[in-house]
């Protein structure tokens, strides 16, 4: 993970909770993390939540997929805070634990877990070997990891395309292939690996997220974030969706089970 540079400041969070859901930094909501999870079963599990964000991913993953106890990670200050306080005002407050962490390994023993998730936070670790042999690691045999991320379709040099939107992002994005995902994951030693493209599912999503920015509801958008604020981030989703419509950015759900 990334240093604490404060990427997903209050008003960053605030777009995003405004677009996605409160409590959701990227998109789909519940519905999203339910697909991810399909077919799995996290009933009485001790779960990590990598890049926890602002919790709302991780207040479901107890609430309304059964796990016995969450553990929701970030690198940044201000999301944990904000995670904590959802979670406190949920009243999950013994059922999960927000902890801050440094970037680098995962700072748990070995086989700490029943099951390792992450909702498009990965992309935000440029080692994506390491961190799969983290996440086995601090698995128990048996374990399940399953996550959803951003990918990039090759990995070769991106485009023109993908720089651009890159660089209007402005995140510390480390994109990396379906290829070297399987492979990293694999390679640690997953078996049951699997990889599913998303990439049409946010395609078309992500032109309605640009109509309700630009049109619909850019009113409600301007009242929380203001209006250049906004702006900047309606060009970003235009770069985005571009490289969505030619397949470079792909999102993905990735899964792989530690026998």
Same mark, same amino acid.
């Given at each position: 993970?990334?240093? !604490? ?7 960053? #969070? ?7 859901? &409160? ?7 519940? &519905?999203?993390?339910?697909? $991810?999870? %399909?077919?799995?079963?996290?009933? *009485?599990?001790? $779960?990590? !939540? ?5 919790? *709302?991913? #991780? ?69 994506? &070997? ?32 993908? #720089? ?17 995902? %399987? ?5 640690? *030693?997953? #078996?049951?690996?699997?990889? $599913? ?13 640009? !109509? ?32 969505? %419509?030619? *397949? ?12």
């Amino acid at each position: 993970m990334s240093a !604490d540079t404060n990427h997903y400041d209050a008003q960053m #969070t605030g777009l995003l909770q405004e677009l996605w859901g &409160e409590g959701y930094l990227s998109p789909g909501g519940p &519905e999203e993390v339910a697909r $991810v999870l %399909e077919g799995l079963d996290l009933s *009485g599990m001790s $779960v990590l !939540d990598i890049g926890c964000g602002s919790g *709302g991913v #991780t207040l479901a993953l107890v609430r309304d997929f059964g796990a016995g106890h969450v553990t929701g990670i970030d690198v940044e200050t201000g999301v944990c805070a904000e995670a904590s306080a959802r979670i406190s005002d949920a009243g999950f407050e013994d059922s999960v634990t927000i902890r801050k962490v440094a970037p680098g390994p995962l700072p748990f023993e070995a086989a700490s877990f029943d099951f390792v998730f992450s909702k498009d936070a990965i992309i935000h670790i440029p080692d994506k &070997e390491a961190l799969a042999r983290d996440a086995f690691r601090v698995l128990k045999p048996g374990g399940w990891f399953a996550a959803s991320d951003w990918l990039i379709s090759h990995d070769e040099t991106p485009s023109a395309e993908m #720089t651009a939107y890159l660089k209007a992002e402005g995140l510390d994005f480390g994109m990396a292939s379906p290829v070297r995902y %399987e492979a990293a994951l694999r390679d640690a *030693g997953f #078996t049951d690996v699997r990889t $599913v493209n998303r990439n049409a599912w946010y395609a078309a999503k992500a032109r309605a997220e640009l !109509d309700e920015l630009e049109n619909s509801r850019r009113a409600d958008f301007i009242a929380r974030v203001g209006e250049d604020f906004l702006n900047d981030n309606v060009i970003t989703w235009r770069a985005m969706l571009h490289v969505l %419509e030619t *397949g470079e950015h792909c999102p993905h759900h990735l899964r792989g089970r530690k026998p």
